[in-house]
């Protein structure tokens, strides 16, 4: 599996953008897909994740501001990001839990695939 997160800029607090994580390899409904995020010194910080049959769940710490999705056919993840506050500055990264395709999992560690991650950053 491989993965490609864009869509990582610079805005303003209270501005909204829309993070794409392309996939390829595995069929896409074969497995747990998340989004996490990281800041220098801190440790990586799940976000959400989707299963493969398209359940969903997200953070209690961004749940109403954040929202994941998919488009099958595009073989695209999306994390909708609104509200967005300097905290939220980060690397957000997308990574795939191949080992299942639900129970899908927070933890950092079971997902064996990664993006290269695309940067947020928020200004106040």
């Known amino acids: 599996v491989q993965l490609t997160e864009t869509g990582g800029a610079s805005v303003e607090t209270g501005g909204s953008l829309r993070l794409s994580c392309v996939a390829s390899g595995q069929p896409w409904n074969s497995y747990c897909m998340g989004w996490f995020r990281q800041t220098p010194g801190r440790a990586r910080e799940w976000l959400s994740f989707?299963?493969?049959?398209?359940?969903?769940r997200i953070a209690e710490s961004v749940r109403g501001r954040f929202s994941v999705s998919r488009d099958s056919a595009k073989n695209t993840l999306y994390l909708d990001l609104r509200r967005l506050q300097p905290a939220d500055t980060a690397m957000y990264y997308c990574?795939?839990?191949?080992?299942?395709?639900?129970?899908?999992?927070?933890?950092?560690?079971?997902?064996?695939?990664w993006g290269p991650g695309t940067q947020v950053t928020v200004s106040s």
């Open positions: 989707i299963e493969g049959g398209g359940n969903t």
């Open positions: 990574a795939a839990d191949v080992g299942r395709a639900y129970g899908c999992r927070t933890n950092q560690f079971n997902y064996k695939y």
